[in-house]
């Protein structure tokens, strides 16, 4: 095989094989209903580590630019202006977004806190910029333009225990929300 990649290459006068056009593809990591094992799954894989692709470390692979409330330096505005311009079509590279945990029903709160959410609630705002937005409304406005939407774990993939009987907050799979 190591053979064929080499002709290939060769062939296209380069040193390595690319997997696409891509240079480098934005991840949003967005959490619902979640005990946030994923992400530690996720963070201590070693085969590829997650350090490679936020390096560019891997041949062929684009470059991962990934948000993530957890493994990010950006919190609050800082961190849902990424998502905004996303929404807004103002990145230079497509975007994933990969979501752990179930989505909430957040119809369910009643004009209260969401169940999930990113954002902050700056005090010296005036009272209707003083919101979080939820991980399900973030889904909402991202999906559409999205290269994928992929849904990590049982609990995003099929509902979880969140989705489980007695459900009161309306739990349910990332399929489903969609």
């Known amino acids: ?19 696409g056009p891509l240079e480098q593809v934005y991840v949003f990591w967005l959490a619902g209903m979640s005990c946030d094992g994923c992400t530690v799954s996720v963070s201590g894989a070693t085969e590829p580590a ?34 905004a311009n996303a929404v807004a079509g103002k990145l230079d590279a497509p975007y994933v977004i990969a979501y752990e945990g179930s989505i909430a029903d957040e119809k369910l709160t009643a004009g209260g806190e969401p169940f999930s959410s990113s954002g902050s609630l700056p005090l010296w705002a005036g009272s209707e910029e003083r ?16 290269a994928a939407v992929i849904a990590v774990g049982t ?17 349910m799979s990332v399929m489903d929300f969609l």
Request: negative net charge; aromatic residues 4%; charged residues 15%.
């Open 155 to 171: 609990c995003a993939t099929w509902g979880g225990i969140p989705a489980a009987y007695g459900n009161v907050t309306g739990s």
């Open 50 to 83: 997650l350090e490679d692709l936020m390096t560019g470390s891997i041949p062929g692979v684009p470059l991962v630019v990934l948000h993530h409330t957890v493994l990010t330096l950006e919190s609050g505005d800082h961190f849902t202006q990424s998502l």
């Open 131 to 146: 919101q979080r937005i939820s991980t399900a409304e973030w889904v909402k406005r991202l999906a559409p333009g999205a």
């Open 1 to 19: 095989m190591e053979e064929l990649v080499e002709d290939i290459c060769a062939s296209q006068g380069k040193t390595q094989l690319s997997l």
